[in-house]
């Protein structure tokens, strides 16, 4: 099939990525954010249980925040080192800073993970929010120190 075109994502060089905040692609005013929270192809991948448990507080969090109408998609790369977050009508840095606040939220909540109930998900016996903590926490500490190191442009390294 030599006429297919490489989808965006497969353009990036994943060898130079470290974990970060990335514009990932624009269609029109929705912009693809890639939330990468680990090192591609370094043999450090999320569980199972870790994707599942971000993906439900992340979300949650994200539409109960005053972007709540803009916010079309929170989701995980099926890679397992990060998650795509697609919002409408942002800039990069309201993007970037609701990210960093939704990370905070989730490290100061205490109680049951959303969603934890047979009624409310597919496979509610896979939320852990101590596995939720654990990722929020390493990925809010690499967006500090590229902050410190002056590393935080939104663009993928070339």
């Known amino acids: 099939m030599e006429n297919i075109t490489k989808i965006a994502s497969f353009t990036v060089n994943h060898e130079k990525l470290r974990p970060g905040f990335y514009v990932s692609r624009r269609d029109g005013d929705v912009n693809t954010y890639d939330l990468r929270t680990r090192v591609p192809n370094a043999g450090d991948y999320m569980d199972n249980l870790t994707v599942h448990s971000v993906e439900h507080m992340f979300a949650t969090f994200a539409r109960n925040s005053e972007y709540s109408e803009r916010v079309i998609y929170f989701g995980p790369m099926g890679c397992r080192t990060g998650f795509y977050f697609l919002l409408r009508g942002v800039t990069d840095s309201e ?32 939320l852990d929010l101590g596995a939720a903590k654990r990722e929020c926490r390493r990925y809010l500490s690499a967006l500090e120190e590229r902050e410190r190191a002056g590393t935080c442009d939104f663009r993928y390294e070339e």
């Open 95 to 126: 993007a970037y800073f609701l990210t960093k606040r939704v990370l905070s939220e989730i490290l100061d909540y205490e109680g049951e993970v959303f969603g934890k109930s047979p009624l409310e998900c597919g496979n509610y016996r896979e």
